[in-house]
C-alpha cells in the first residue's frame, strides 16, 4: 500500500504569547515569557499563584446567546482552528467533506464549567446547576463544534492521554491521510486548566514550579539544576493536515511536511516516565519518516521542568541519538509559554513548523544553572537563527506514560 | 414594568434576540431558544420574580405569551402566599 504525504497547510494558535502563529514565534525568539503571578480568584491561596494565562475576550468571537454554549476551552479551539482554516486558504464547502475530520487532544475539558458547577453545588448549596454544563464540559465539545461550524462530517474524534493528547491527535490525523481514510484533516488541542479547582489539584501533586519571587515570569526552568517544577498554561493550536496531491492541486500554502509519527508507552508508573519508552517513541518516529538520526536538525522537547521529565529526556535522547546528541539542539519552550497540557503537544508542533518557516529555533529561557544529568545543547538564554533547519523533532510525554513524538520536515517538492 | 417587558428584557440582553422580535405571539424555537435555554430561562425568571419554579418545568411553554402567562401564575401563587403589607417587587434581573 502507497502511504501517501501529509502536508501541513495551515497553523492556528490562541497561547500564552500570541494569538497568531507570526506574534508567538516571534515572542519565543525575544525570550520572552508568558508566565506571570496570577492574581485573580483562580488563584486564591495557592502556594505558588503563577500560570501562562492567554489574552482572550471570548465576547469579541462569539454573540452572547453562543457564548452560554462554549465553555473557554471550547472558545480557543474554534479560534485558533478558524485560524488556521483560513491560513490554509482553503475552501472547505467545496471539498468532499466526508472526507475532512477533526482530532483533537485535550485532557480535562470544560475545565472552568465543572469548577463553577461544583462551586454551586457545593459551596453555595443550590441545585441549580447551568443547563448546559455537561456539554459545556465534556472533553469532546471542542472537536464536535469545530466539525459542526466547518461542516467537517469524517471522522471526529477526542484523544485524551494527559500531556501527550494532542500530540496523539496530529499524528493520528495524519495517519488517517496517510493510509487513505481522509483527504483533510483539522487536528491540534485545547486546554484551559487555569481554574481554581485544576490549579489546586496540581499544586496538591507538588509538581508546580515555585513562584520566583523576583521575577515570577522566570520560575520556569527546564533541565536547569534549580528547576522546581511546571507552570500550567491554557490555549489552543490547530494545523490543517491534508494529502499532498491534494494541497499541490489547489495551489496550497506547504508550510512543511508531518512526516514522522511514533506512539509508544512506558507500561511502568502513572507518573515516572522511562527513557526506554521515550526513546522507542522517537525511534518509530524516525523510522516512520525513513529518517536517520543525523537528519534531526533540532528537538523540541518536552522539557517540563520537573525534576524527573528533564533528566529521563536527556537520557532517552542521549540513547536514542548517541554522540550525536550533543550536536543536536534542543530547547524547551515551556520555560515561555508553559505547559499547556493536552495542548501542549500540538503547540509545540506548530512552533516545530515555524522553525522550518523561519530556519530559527527558540531558546530554553531562564537555563543559567544546567543540572549535570541535563548535558545537552539546550540552546540556553537565546535564539538560534542563520541555521538549516529541514527537520524537527517535537516530544510529547505524558502521566499515564503516553509517549508521542512527530517529526516535521521543510517543505520538498520531490 | 409588564411582565412582557421585563421578559422581552431578558431575551434581547441574555439571548441576543433582536427587541423587535418579540411579540407574544412569537415561538421560542423562532427566537432561537432550544430545551434547554428554557430550563435556564427559568433560573432569571426565578431570579428576577423572586418565586421557586418546581422541578417540573412545564414543557407547553411555546409562546412568549406562554411564558408571560406562566410568570404571571407564579406571581399571582407568590402573592397569595405573601403576608399582607410585605412589598410585590421584582429582585432585579
Known amino acids: ?414 | 414594568m409588564s411582565t412582557l417587558d421585563t421578559l422581552m428584557d431578558i431575551l434581547v440582553r441574555d439571548y441576543g434576540v433582536a427587541r423587535e422580535q418579540v411579540t407574544s405571539e412569537a415561538t421560542l424555537a423562532t427566537l432561537g431558544l432550544d430545551s434547554l435555554s428554557l430550563l435556564e430561562l427559568m433560573f432569571k425568571i426565578e431570579d428576577c420574580y423572586g418565586v421557586k419554579i418546581a422541578d417540573d418545568t412545564p414543557t407547553d411553554l411555546v409562546t412568549v405569551n406562554d411564558v408571560v402567562r406562566y410568570i404571571d401564575g407564579l406571581v399571582a401563587r407568590k402573592a397569595e402566599l405573601r403576608p399582607a403589607g410585605a412589598p410585590d417587587v421584582p429582585t432585579g434581573t
Open chain 1, 1 to 414: 500500500m502507497t502511504v501517501r504525504r501529509v502536508a501541513i497547510t495551515g497553523l492556528g494558535v490562541v497561547a500564552p504569547l500570541g494569538n497568531s502563529s507570526q506574534e508567538l514565534f516571534a515572542n519565543l525568539i525575544a525570550g520572552r515569557s508568558g508566565v506571570q503571578h496570577l492574581a485573580g480568584p483562580e488563584a486564591r491561596g495557592l502556594r505558588s499563584p503563577i500560570g501562562a494565562p492567554v489574552t482572550f475576550d471570548g465576547s469579541a468571537h462569539f454573540p452572547a446567546p453562543r457564548l452560554r454554549m462554549l465553555d473557554r476551552v471550547s472558545q480557543l479551539a474554534l479560534v485558533a482552528a478558524g485560524q488556521a482554516i483560513v491560513d490554509a486558504r482553503i475552501d472547505l464547502p467545496v471539498e468532499r467533506r466526508e472526507r475532512c475530520g477533526v482530532f483533537v487532544g485535550c485532557s480535562i475539558g470544560g475545565a472552568g464549567t465543572t469548577d463553577e458547577g461544583y462551586h454551586t453545588l457545593y459551596a453555595e448549596r443550590s441545585d441549580r446547576i447551568q443547563p448546559y454544563s455537561v456539554l459545556n464540559a465534556m472533553t469532546s465539545a471542542p472537536a464536535s463544534w469545530i466539525g459542526i461550524d466547518h461542516g467537517l462530517s469524517g471522522p471526529i474524534l477526542t484523544y485524551s492521554t494527559a500531556c501527550s493528547s494532542s500530540a496523539v491527535a496530529l499524528g493520528e490525523a495524519a495517519r488517517r491521510i496517510m493510509f487513505g481514510d481522509a483527504d483533510i484533516m483539522l487536528a491540534g488541542g485545547a486546554e484551559t486548566p487555569l481554574v481554581y479547582g485544576v490549579l489546586r489539584a496540581w499544586e496538591a501533586m507538588r509538581t508546580v514550579a515555585a513562584e520566583d519571587p523576583q521575577n515570577p515570569s522566570a520560575s520556569c526552568r527546564p533541565f536547569a539544576r534549580t528547576r522546581t517544577g511546571l507552570v500550567l498554561g491554557e490555549g489552543a493550536a490547530f494545523a490543517v493536515l491534508e494529502e499532498w496531491d491534494h494541497a499541490v492541486a489547489r495551489g496550497a500554502p506547504i508550510h512543511g511536511e508531518l512526516s514522522g509519527y511514533g506512539l509508544t508507552s512506558d507500561v511502568a508508573h502513572i507518573t515516572r516516565p522511562t527513557p526506554t519508552g521515550q526513546a522507542n517513541a522517537m525511534q518509530a518516529a524516525l523510522d516512520s519518516a525513513g529518517l536517520e538520526k543525523g537528519d534531526v536538525d533540532y528537538i523540541n522537547a518536552h522539557g517540563t521542568g520537573t525534576l524527573q521529565n528533564d533528566a529521563v529526556e536527556t537520557a532517552a535522547i542521549k540513547s536514542v541519538f548517541g554522540e550525536r546528541a550533543y550536536a543536536i539542539p534542543v530547547s524547551s519552550t515551556k520555560s515561555m509559554h508553559g505547559h499547556l497540557l493536552g495542548a501542549a503537544g500540538a503547540l509545540e508542533f506548530v512552533i516545530a513548523v515555524m522553525c522550518l518557516k523561519c530556519a530559527a529555533v527558540p531558546p530554553t529561557m531562564h537555563l543559567d544553572s544546567p543540572d549535570p544529568a541535563c548535558d545537552l545543547d539546550y540552546v540556553a538564554g537565546r535564539a538560534r537563527d542563520g541555521m538549516a533547519v529541514r527537520t524537527v523533532m517535537s516530544n510529547s510525554f505524558a502521566f499515564g506514560g503516553t509517549n508521542a513524538v512527530l517529526i516535521v520536515k521543510a517543505f520538498d517538492a520531490r
